[in-house]
């Protein structure tokens, strides 16, 4: 599998080569196109893990793209305006908030794990995770920013997009008082902690959809 990422960084599409029986597994909705000879598969996982993904944000459904004899590509995109990185999974494993899995090789699962640090870290009550081994292509809203943290390092909750399972975090103030948290506009933040990589992502969905609300008419009741 190849991976190609165009038009980086505010309208990221992902091109992926797939050689000969060779596939890819994408998040309903992150398919843009695919070529000929590729044809497509639909699944639900288990009901667990259906019900899993639908509280961390995700389609219960997933589509898998098979490539034929002669191979074939198939094209990708993140839900909301923004970018596009591949990831290796295998030796690194990884965290991702609601929304940010776009697709995945054969070799990659993404599951989901219960996690009341997930709900405030605004990543959701259930958080993404990777197990396996192969390539991950994940998706933000705008550009993405790679952190390697040695030490510590603060996120605004609403920009975290994934983290390498190596790093521990906490979910605490922006501020050192919650008034002041609350008048700073910040709200709450997540202490990432060791070493490792984290991907943030340059706007915040949930400010972005507020701010959009608050300029509309407001809905006529009928």
Same mark, same amino acid.
């Given at each position: 599998?190849?991976?190609?990422?165009?038009?980086?960084?505010?309208?990221?599409?992902?091109?992926?080569?797939?050689?000969?029986?060779?596939?890819?597994?994408?998040?309903?909705?992150?398919?843009?196109? !695919? /070529?000929?000879?590729?044809?497509?598969?639909?699944?639900?996982? $288990? %009901?667990?893990?259906? *019900?899993?993904?639908? @509280? +961390?944000?995700?389609?219960?459904?997933?589509?898998?793209?098979?490539?034929?004899?002669?191979?074939?590509?198939?094209?990708?995109?993140?839900?909301?305006?923004?970018?596009?990185?591949?990831?290796?999974?295998?030796?690194?494993?990884?965290?991702?908030?609601?929304?940010?899995?776009?697709?995945?090789?054969?070799?990659?699962?993404?599951?989901?794990?219960?996690?009341?640090?997930?709900? !405030? /870290?605004?990543?959701?009550?259930?958080?993404?995770?990777?197990? $396996? %081994?192969?390539?991950? *292509?994940?998706?933000? @809203? +705008?550009?993405?920013?790679?952190?390697?943290?040695?030490?510590?390092?603060?996120?605004?909750?609403?920009?975290?997009?994934?983290?390498?399972?190596?790093?521990?975090?906490?979910?605490?103030?922006?501020?050192?008082?919650?008034?002041?948290?609350?008048?700073?506009?910040?709200?709450?933040?997540?202490?990432?902690?060791?070493?490792?990589?984290?991907?943030?992502?340059?706007?915040?969905?949930?400010?972005?959809?507020?701010?959009?609300?608050?300029?509309?008419?407001?809905?006529?009741?009928?």
């Amino acid at each position: 599998m190849n991976v190609e990422l165009l038009y980086k960084p505010s309208q990221t599409l992902g091109r992926v080569r797939l050689g000969p029986g060779e596939s890819i597994t994408a998040e309903s909705g992150a398919m843009v196109g !695919f /070529s000929e000879g590729v044809h497509m598969q639909t699944r639900a996982g $288990g %009901a667990l893990g259906a *019900i899993g993904r639908l @509280f +961390g944000g995700e389609s219960i459904f997933r589509n898998t793209f098979i490539a034929g004899p002669l191979g074939g590509e198939v094209l990708v995109a993140p839900a909301l305006r923004g970018d596009l990185v591949e990831l290796e999974v295998g030796r690194t494993q990884w965290f991702l908030r609601h929304g940010a899995y776009v697709a995945a090789s054969a070799g990659v699962d993404i599951a989901t794990q219960g996690s009341l640090r997930g709900m !405030f /870290s605004g990543a959701g009550l259930f958080l993404l995770t990777t197990r $396996g %081994a192969g390539s991950m *292509i994940v998706g933000s @809203f +705008g550009a993405l920013e790679e952190v390697h943290v040695d030490g510590e390092f603060t996120v605004d909750t609403g920009h975290i997009v994934a983290w390498e399972s190596s790093l521990d975090y906490t979910i605490g103030k922006a501020a050192s008082g919650w008034v002041a948290s609350f008048f700073s506009g910040e709200g709450l933040v997540c202490e990432f902690r060791g070493r490792g990589r984290l991907f943030m992502q340059s706007r915040n969905p949930e400010e972005y959809g507020s701010t959009v609300g608050a300029l509309l008419p407001a809905r006529e009741d009928s």
